[in-house]
T-cell receptor, first 113, second 112 residues
Framework: DAGVIQSPRHEVTEMGQEVTLRCKPI?????LFWYRQTMMRGLELLIY????????DSGMPEDRFSAKMPNASFSTLKIQPSEPRDSAVYFC???????????FGSGTRLTVV | SQQGEEDPQALSIQEGENATMNCSYK?????LQWYRQNSGRGLVHLIL?????REKHSGRLRVTLDTSKKSSSLLITASRAADTASYFC????????????FGKGTRLSVIA
């Protein structure tokens, strides 16, 4: 298994632009999580899905953030419009279930200038 | 789930020494997990220990769990420079199916 695959690895964009981050979870994992990591705040949970259904998006910082999981093998996190304070590393993780270990992707380093 | 609090925040040791990191949590748990993060990479799952287990081993890693003290420790024996990383703990609570919440971690530096 190739693990959790995230794309792109790096993204540099100008303030106000739309940014879409992508994630392919491990086949057979039915839980998917989006986290954001910064030096100041550490790892923050943004949203998670169970069987493709969003369960809790209370960690999404603002309405500018949205996430979808149209099928079991793909999820997106979109920021529109992007702002410099959104600069962070965004991780996607998947799991066989909420009480199992998580497999993380390599992350997307987002820089908004 | 609840956030684990790792201690110390940073630890620096010589190669070959043992490294011990601690984790505390607040409520009853189903399981507790330890993860490692190398610089610029995603977290890697190391060990999951269930609430009815007291100790678990994986290679040079030993994890203990004391539910009466609501604490866990991760011991890395005979450390290597490649063990340099941040280590995180997180716990699943008994109360429901909620995702893991991570603390700030322990930054381990192993000096060759």
């Amino acid at each position: 298994d190739a693990g959790v695959i995230q794309s792109p690895r790096h993204e540099v964009t100008e303030m106000g632009q739309e940014v879409t981050l992508r994630c392919k979870p491990i086949s057979g994992h039915n839980s998917l999580f989006w986290y954001r990591q910064t030096m100041m705040r550490g790892l923050e949970l943004l949203i998670y899905f169970n069987n493709n259904v969003p369960i809790d998006d209370s960690g999404m910082p603002e309405d500018r953030f949205s996430a979808k999981m149209p099928n079991a093998s793909f999820s997106t996190l979109k920021i529109q419009p992007s702002e410099p304070r959104d600069s962070a590393v965004y991780f996607c993780a998947s799991s066989r279930g909420l009480n199992y270990g998580y497999t993380f992707g390599s992350g997307t380093r987002l820089t908004v200038v | 789930s609840q956030q684990g609090e790792e201690d110390p925040q940073a630890l620096s040791i010589q190669e070959g020494e043992n490294a011990t990191m601690n984790c505390s949590y607040k409520t009853s748990i189903n399981n507790l997990q330890w993860y490692r993060q190398n610089s610029g990479r995603g977290l890697v799952h190391l060990i999951l220990i269930r609430s009815n287990e007291r100790e678990k081993h994986s290679g040079r890693l030993r994890v203990t769990l004391d539910t009466s003290k609501k604490s866990s420790s991760l011991l890395i024996t005979a450390s290597r420079a490649a063990d340099t990383a941040s280590y995180f703990c997180a716990a699943h609570t008994l109360s429901g199916n909620t995702p893991l919440v991570f603390g700030k971690g322990t930054r381990l530096s192993v000096i060759a």
